[in-house]
């Protein structure tokens, strides 16, 4: 299992069940096993749950060591994400990261982490701030700012000094843009 960095909670995942009797329980209260760090980035993904294709075989949708893309193209993908400041990056790295997973979207963008999924993405902030980009116009996001993101190309730029920590749901989508 991918350590988190020191200074950054892990995501506590508790998911419900039934026992043999029919009534709600606790099935199990830990940890989110999946954690995530693309080379260089700095970024840190812990994924929650996921639901369809995008879920890996077995008890656990979302065991240590499953590698899951961006987004899924048949499911969904509970993600919690830290992204530190952008001075902290390494550009070149994240650049090759987001070239391997077939997200960028090859435009020319003011920003390093400019990236474009076919997905419904629910974004909300959960710590700190960060600016949600587009290819025109940005938005400063702060802590429960929620943003809908329909398959466009966008950054995320953290220019605080801090981490912020994010909470990504993200959807496959049967749409043009999700509607």
Partial sequence: MLAVPE???RVRRIVTGTNAEGRSIIASDGDAPNVFAPA???VVAQVVW????AAA???DPAPVGHHFG???????????ADFPPDETMDTEALG???????VRDGSENRHFWFHKTHSLDYAIVLEGEIYAMMDEGETLMQQGDVLVQRATSHSWSNRSGRNCRMAFILLALEGRRGE
């Fill in 7 to 9: 200074g950054l909670k």
């Fill in 40 to 42: 260089g980035s700095k």
């Fill in 50 to 53: 996921a639901t369809g294709e």
């Fill in 57 to 59: 075989e077995g008890a």
């Fill in 70 to 80: 961006f987004h899924s193209e048949k499911g969904s993908i509970l993600r919690i």
């Fill in 96 to 102: 090759h990261f987001l070239d391997e997973s077939g």
